[in-house]
């Protein structure tokens, strides 16, 4: 049971800090909507935490990454590289080139918080039934 329930918690925290990443893209996109040329960027979900959650080679394995320089450094969890971001594509053309779509970024946004707190909601009640399992007086 404990191995599921860090299976779970580990998958619930990966789509927590990619539903932040995301709902930081959507927040620039939104604060830069009166930029000339700005592009707006998202990202597709549902590969990013497939990406994530996908067993990663461990060192000394084929596939595995090497630190070459002492300088190299980890990226924080959730956070996308440049390559796994997605530029939106305007339902208008506009003059300034700005590809942001208000409607959108704000559905997008509301969507996204919602599904954030959804995702917290879970962790809270996942960690809570572990609780209460392990003060159960029949506890194995």
Known sequence: ?????????????????????????????????????????????????LDATSATPSAGQPGALATTQSGHITPPAGSRSDTDLLYSTSAQTNLDSNSVDMDRERAS???????YEATLRFINSSVRFALDAMKSPNAA
């Open 1 to 49: 049971m404990l191995n599921r329930l860090t299976d779970t918690l580990n998958f619930q925290t990966q789509a927590l800090a990619l539903r932040s990443e995301r709902q930081r893209m959507l927040a620039s996109n939104i604060a830069n909507a009166d930029t000339p040329g700005y592009q707006a960027r998202d990202m597709n979900f549902s590969k990013a935490l």
């Open 109 to 115: 946004f509301a969507d996204n918080s919602v599904k």
